[in-house]
């Protein structure tokens, strides 16, 4: 095993989570499961904005999710692009 | 697992620009365990532009990315076996960028990961139209159209810089 | 060694197996996402869907394996959900920013970040060795991946990680 190796063991050692773990997995088990918010709150919102005929909550529930796309968007076209760019540096050395 | 994001919010036009490709890939969506498909047209990017955040260093950087964009399409399939895709669906797009206004500028081809990487620009008058990029591996099929002219330097650090975490430099000894 | 879980059994049981292997799940978690916010969220899922699945699994051994297969396809599931770091090649790991060799304190937080922006399948291949020790046809097995596969990622990683300390100073060794 090289130093790197160690490194990592060190680095990846397990982290205790925060105090009072347990007691919140028991909470919840004891609940049924329930009790964290969802993190999926958009879609549910926009459910409910597009019921409630919110047409202006709806219209904002859009421009999030087009600015979600573009992000996912750029960040794939650059990240190959930045693959290739890398490359040819490699390359031209 | 099979997770599928499918981000579709434009229906595709009856007849596309000539920078814009059709991509005919929709069928291996069924097939992949992680799907990424993207369809802005002008529009929706305009409007998608108003919801950046200028103060935020990345989202500032796309939105001036975005200036002399039109569309951007993306299709990105992650398969758990190969031979989901076949090559036949790569030609496809290829022979609608042997068009005379679309040069190929990369042509990578790696067999250590058998990775191939193709990239497209599209002119006229001497002016950048269009680009596309194509990545092949195995287990993945990415296909990428932007229409418009695209800052090619600023779209690759984009994509070298992405969420890649900051360290914190420690203050300096005095 | 912790006795057989069953969901019959009184819940205390269920506390003792959570307490037992929580910082295994945490630190799964916090390896792949590098955020604890989502890494206790992930964690605590984790848990309950254990809890629901309690009556299916046979042995101590059972639990362990089926806890780390869970937490990881989860976590990886969050990353590719969420898709705030990008899917980039090995190669192109942006280095840290961070100085000469005196700095070596933070090589620890160093290499955690540059292992949660590896692609998933490495990340998740680098974790189960180094923080739970496996060995390659282990993670092979635990992944659903092929031995050739996980010991290729191992390799790669290895090497590209190696590449950017040294390049800042600090692989020296």
Not at chain 1, 21 to 41: E, I, K, N, Q, Y
Not at chain 2, 84 to 113: F, K
Not at chain 3, 124 to 146: F, G, K, N, T, W
Request: glycine share 6%; charged share 25%; no cysteine.
């Amino acid at each position: 095993m090289d130093w790197l190796e160690e490194e990592l063991r060190r680095a990846l050692a397990r982290k205790e989570p925060e105090p009072g773990f347990t007691a919140r997995v028991s909470a919840r088990s004891r609940a049924g499961g329930r009790g964290a918010l969802s993190r999926r709150w958009l879609a549910t919102a926009a459910s409910v904005l597009v019921l409630a005929g919110s047409g202006a909550g709806y219209r904002w529930y859009q421009g999030v999710r087009a600015k979600e796309q573009v992000m996912a968007a750029v960040r794939i076209a650059g990240g190959k692009l930045n693959q290739v760019q890398n490359r040819v540096l490699e390359v031209a050395k | 697992m099979k997770t599928v994001v499918k981000l579709l919010l434009l229906a595709v036009a009856a007849q596309l620009p000539a920078q814009q490709i059709q991509f005919n890939l929709d069928h291996l969506a069924g097939k992949a365990s992680n799907t990424v498909d993207v369809s802005l047209n002008g529009t929706m990017l305009q409007f998608a532009a108003k919801f950046l955040d200028g103060k935020d260093s990345e989202e500032a950087q796309v939105k001036k990315l975005l200036e002399g964009i039109t569309g951007i399409y993306v299709k990105s399939y992650e398969f758990k076996t190969e031979g989901a895709w076949a090559p036949a669906d790569l030609d496809r797009v290829r022979d609608q960028l042997r068009a005379p206004q679309w040069a190929r500028i990369i042509d990578i081809n790696s067999t250590e990961d058998r990775q191939t990487t193709q990239v497209y620009v599209r002119s006229e008058n001497q002016k950048m139209t269009g680009l596309a990029i194509l990545v092949s591996e195995p287990k993945e099929l990415t296909v990428v159209n932007i229409v418009g002219n695209v800052d090619l330097n600023s779209l690759a650090e984009l994509g070298g810089h992405f969420g890649i975490p900051k360290v914190e430099t420690p203050p300096q000894k005095k | 060694m912790m006795p057989v879980a069953r969901a019959e059994q009184p819940v205390a049981d269920f506390d003792a197996l959570v307490r037992e292997h929580q910082a295994m799940v945490f630190s799964l978690a916090y390896h792949v996402l590098h955020d604890r916010a989502l890494a206790e969220e992930v964690g605590q899922e984790v848990f309950l869907n254990l809890h629901r699945n309690l009556a299916t699994l046979q042995s101590a051994a059972h639990v362990l394996f089926w806890l780390r297969q869970a937490t990881i396809r989860r976590a990886i599931d969050e990353t590719r959900r969420r898709r705030r770091q990008p899917q980039v090649e090995l190669e192109k790991v942006a280095e840290p920013a961070i100085g000469p060799a005196e700095r070596d304190p933070m090589l620890s937080e160093t290499l955690r970040r540059l292992i949660a922006v590896l692609p998933e399948d490495a990340r998740a291949v680098m974790v189960m060795r180094y923080q739970e020790d496996l060995d390659p046809s282990e993670i092979a097995e635990l992944l659903e991946m092929p031995l050739a596969t996980v010991k290729s990622h191992l390799h790669r990683s290895l090497a590209v990680l190696r590449e950017k300390l040294v390049r800042r100073g600090l692989g020296d060794r």
